[in-house]
């Protein structure tokens, strides 16, 4: 009986692919229902799924969907004999509760391929049919005009047999900023309002951004010329143009010495070195001072300080170990090692945290395991956050959960152990690292490229060194050129600085390659790299906005406005009033810049010090903890009214008069000299009264100087 | 009788909060009022953190009749609940059980301190690349607070960064009280310093205010907006003699002082009393640098001090909140980290053991007088009933008024649920 059905069912089918076979479940169906939404990660996507019906996340893997769509259940998503009537379309087109809404309606392109493959059997494709290798946009990069003008977006897919296919309407469109620029389901933007932001395209587990910028005008002839010190400038100033942005003006030589002292140094300048820029006639004086700067102890020990909030120093070893790490690394910079060099100590490490400073890259938890150091060595060394795909397909980027696996791998021999006085780092004897679901053994496999060969007792993290440093390594240089940048220019070319993907696009790409490159051909020096950055006009541009630039924050058209970090901050201070602060553990004035761990010290808690317990960026953010400690804290207060202090010497001193103090406070403090009206104000609670007066008159300014914003910020 | 209005009832009612009443009086004006309610209370939480890890076998869940090697030299006690009994050293809150739900089915898989409390406080292991914020932190964001104190508070610190507020930003991580057992206790910066009137302050900002002039040309951000908000928070705070009443306890009676007791955590719990009294809606106690983890010589560390003292400041908590009618709008949880080793070690210690450990739960509607799931016969792994943390927290939420559901979108776009996908216990309310 079974037999004749099938017979029937055969004679009655036709060809044998079914009636409408032009419908492909790989390259249709699963496309259309990622592109209605169905497998994004907060639906059927998500790790559970929803409803009890789990799709793979954003269609990466098509053979799981067709089992979920076709076979678990009972197969009740599907009705083969009533096509109009399955779960898989009626729920959509909300014929039925569904908890994510209408989808679509019914006739529209994507019911009627959903509904033309159902009647068609609802097949998967045939054993050997091509699958997606790669996605593009077109255009990549465009430049709207006017707001309200509209494009149009095509995607196309390249298969595994080299066809290819506009995919357009079938793709999933996402817009990362709604208020710049709109996106239909078919690719059809429209500019909403001036500024920039990236259109995702998302199909099959693949995904390409689109970057889009609006302007209201292109630049005119009246767009005026302005002058470019390096390719730096060269590639910021082009796309100020494009964008029909004007740059704000020059720093005035005031401004100019007090930031540039902040941001390499980490000091204000004393009133000598204020005075002897001021007085200098030397055109080239800028440039002069960088190269000072840039020989400058200090400048070591700001970098010393990064890096150690990067690579975590201190957190889970002992105050001796980080001393020695934080030692090490500022060594490294007073030498100018190259980055590739001081990159492959430190993954090629082992040994004692004491002994072997370098070791103390590893320990980032305290259990070494190859996952977490996986992740950890992805986002400090490459800038690329694995963590989402060391449980499943990464939602954003291309990252498979193989990807993490094959990474980790390289680290399966690292481990930790109690010495006698301190934790050692050494490597085991080989350990399969098996994939946690399909668990088959994994070998070491670099990102985006080949498995790596290793003998037993190879050390394989020699291997990833080399491929991390070398020139081709896309990530690599881009990392640190991105971070540099961002400590000098207040924002990352790539931001947030850990997150490089295709998905999250470079605010000026080709100033970021020409960045890298430069930085590789120069020996991966950071001096060299900040020596640019800083004679760069770009740099030294004024922070005070024009009316074309006020809404930028992205393209460096001004400097950008930030808070000094904690330990600039208060050494700021103390300099100012001239009381060092003291930290346990330590010789009397010693800067916070040079301590690097231990000495927990209340002040730079709640400004924001690191606890570097997790990979982040300092949160410059107020907070109350901040403000109560400056109006009624002990370190102000103490610093102000002590005695040997700056202010003791000044009202002391029988040349100074009252004016020349108030001067001398806000030259020293904010290397700028006060307004009539500050002047004024300042002196009131002074004139014709006592020294009692006289004394508290001064504290109040020199309080109100260390709370002001031009103090506390970079600008 | 004078008729009282609603709004001079609600008058009365919160003077009585900051003492200026006593209970008896407010109890006889309230008495005295038309039947209409005050406003419901909003339910706080009081987190006793007993971080360190408590030992399960000798404290909530004893197992007298286990083998030496793992059974406490502490005998088990009755309770005034038939059927449930504890540790002999906690006798005050054995005469209490009525009012508590002990559950002794806590179960998780994480023996490291930072880690599990990291879980503990978010329902996650942490991660080196998101900082999840923990409950505090959360009930701070989505809660705000009714008047100028912070809405979470931790005394006499926060213990770590397990305690804070992650990818939600510094302004909701819980505000640190110090210790309230400390001669003289103030918090930090909370006065002015000598020789500063608010005269003197005032001016100060008011040369502040022209002398930031400059700035505000270039400021595009909203910084100094925010940041002159947060001196503005901070002096109305400075400024608000009752919201800084809520930090005296020096205003406490000396028999209540006493009978909470007069260490860290006893007078940390009464502080607790007074804050949530005062509107806040977390607030943390610990013992402060002192943990319970208990390596060695536990028995009389615990018999000694911890035991002591965590029944006299617990019951003490419980009956307060009780006699001022704020048991019903107060939620009092009691957790370590994990448990410890049902096998005594060489040290005649325990160790970390995170497979099964107690915690209790009281207040805001809690079903007192219940023992909720159970450990096996030397309180090793869990036999009836597992209680998941996740679970734990949802719950919470869930009393609180908060969506468990909901999801944050993480430092790395990463997007988080807040009881990362815990469901409320049915047995608790």
Redesign the interface.
Known sequence: MNLLVVLMAALLAGPQDGPKAKVSFVKDVVPILTKSGCANSNCHGSIRGQGGFKLSLFGYEPELDYEAITKSDNGRRIDRTNPQKSLILMKPTYQTQHGGGERFKIGTFEYNALLDWVRSGAPFDTAGSPRIRSLSVTPEQVTMTGVGSIRKLSAIATYSDGSKEDVSRKVQYSTQDETVVEVGPQGDIKALRPGETAIMVRTLGKAVAARIAVVERPAGSDYPSVPRNNYVDEHVFTKLRRLNIVPSDLTSDQEFLRRTYLDVIGLLPTAEESLDFFSSTDPNRRAKLIDQLLERPEYAEVWATRLSDLFRVGQLVSPKAARETYNWIRQSVRDDKPYNRFATELLTSSGGMVSNPTAEFYMITSKLEPAPIATNVSQTMLGVRLECSRCHNHPFEKWTQDDFWGFAAFFTRVKEKLGATQVVVSLKDNVELQHPVTKKVLQPKVLDGDVVTAGPDDDVREKLAAWITAERNPWFARNLVNRVWKHYMGRGIVEPVDDFRVTNPPSNPELLDALAADFVKHNYSLKHLSRKILNSRTYQLSSVPNDSNRQDNRNYSTYVVRRLMAETLLDAISQVAGVPEMYPGYKPGTRAMTVPSGAPNYFLATFGRLPRDTICERDDQPAMPQAMHLIAGETIQSKITAKNGTLERLLGDPYMTDEAIVRRLFMSALVRTPTEKEMALALEPIKGKGAEARKQGFEDLLWTLLNSKDFMFNH | MERFDRRSFIKVGSLSLFGYLSFGDALALMAAAPAQSAPKRQVSVIHLWLSGGISQIDSFDPKPDADVKYRSQFKPIATNVDGIQICEHLPMLAKMADKYCVIRSMTHKIA?H??AMTYIMTGRE??????VPAIASVISKELGSPNEL?SAISIPTTTG?WEHAGFL???N?P??AGNPNAEKYKV??????M??EWA??D??R???N???D??R?????G??E??D???K???D??KSEPAKKAFKIEEEPEKLRDRYGRTGFGQGCLLARRLVESGVRFVTVTRGLTMWDHHASIFSLLKDDYLPDLDRSFSALLEDLGQRGLLESTLIIMTGEFGRTPEINAMAGRDHWPSVFSAVVAGAGVRGGQVWGSSDERAGFVKDNPVQIPDLLASVYKKLGIDYQK?YVS?????IKLAA?GRPLDFLF
């Open positions: 490291d930072a880690q942490p991660l080196p690349t998101i900082q912070p960064p930003g510094p302004r991580n505000f640190s930090q910066d909370m006065e002015l310093p020789g500063v003197r302050m001016r100060r008011s040369l502040l022209l002398v930031d400059n700035f040309r270039i400021d595009r951000s910084i100094s925010s940041m908000a947060y001196y928070t901070a002096t705070l400075m999801e430092n790395i776009g990463r997007p996908n």
